[in-house]
């Protein structure tokens, strides 16, 4: 059985983990941008798409304009304007796609990803790159099933690990990559505020009061 009080602090330590091996100087440059910026526009899909959206949150109530690419409401991007995206790869192609468009239309693009931007698609057409660098942990992948693109995505593969190497895996991957993505929102949201001189009370004025 899962020991709860371990997951936990293993939720915690690899957090702290892995936000100690991001570049402070990643961040200023990002922040400094989202700072420059006329507008800031977000994209990403699933849980990457989820925790850039609570970015441009983050972002919109310290009074900055913000828009997410989708939505019905989203206008055209033009030059002063900033996209940031989020991906784990950094090769969501169609994400991919969107962020060319971008620096097409003369925005800047800035890219968090757990990719350095040598190794992903859209770390070279981004401007700015952000690397939330992922922990290396026990792999019990059988060698068939490593290196493989999409091996057991969309279908049935049974790894044959043993019932320790399952939990020991279980406390490996209890958190990561998107956990420490979210918390470097803060970070960033902390950071853009004293460039800009907003204050905590601007964050209560522009919270929503539509709920």
């Known amino acids: 059985m899962l020991d709860i009080t371990k997951l936990l602090a ?6 702290a983990e892995t936000l100690n091996k991001v570049d402070p100087a990643q961040i200023e440059e990002i922040a ?10 977000t994209a990403g899909w699933g849980r990457a798409g989820n925790v850039v959206r609570i970015l441009g949150m983050d972002m919109s109530q310290i009074g900055m304009l913000v828009y997410c690419v989708g ?9 002063g304007d900033i996209l940031l995206i989020n991906s784990g790869s950094g090769n969501t192609k ?8 971008a620096k097409e239309q003369g925005a800047k693009v800035a890219l968090i990803s757990g990719a350095a931007p040598e190794d992903s698609i859209i770390g070279k057409i981004a401007d700015i790159n952000v690397t939330v660098p992922r922990l290396k942990k026990n792999d019990f992948r059988p060698p068939v099933n ?12 049974d790894w ?13 991957d ?15 949201r902390k950071v853009v505020m004293e460039k800009i001189g907003a204050k905590t009370e601007d964050i209560m004025y522009y919270h929503n009061n539509l709920e």
């Open 146 to 157: 490593k290196n493989v693109k999409n091996k057991g995505l969309g279908e049935r593969v």
């Open 10 to 15: 293993c939720a915690g330590n690899n957090v």
């Open 174 to 188: 209890v958190t990561g990559y998107y956990e420490s993505a979210f918390a470097l929102n803060e970070v960033i």
């Open 94 to 101: 169609t994400i991919a796609v969107i962020a060319q468009q």
């Open 71 to 79: 939505d019905n409401g989203t206008p055209s991007i033009h030059p």
């Open 160 to 172: 044959g690990l043993t019932a320790e190497q399952r939990e020991e895996m279980a406390y490996d």
């Open 32 to 41: 400094s941008a989202i700072a420059e910026s006329k507008r800031v526009f």
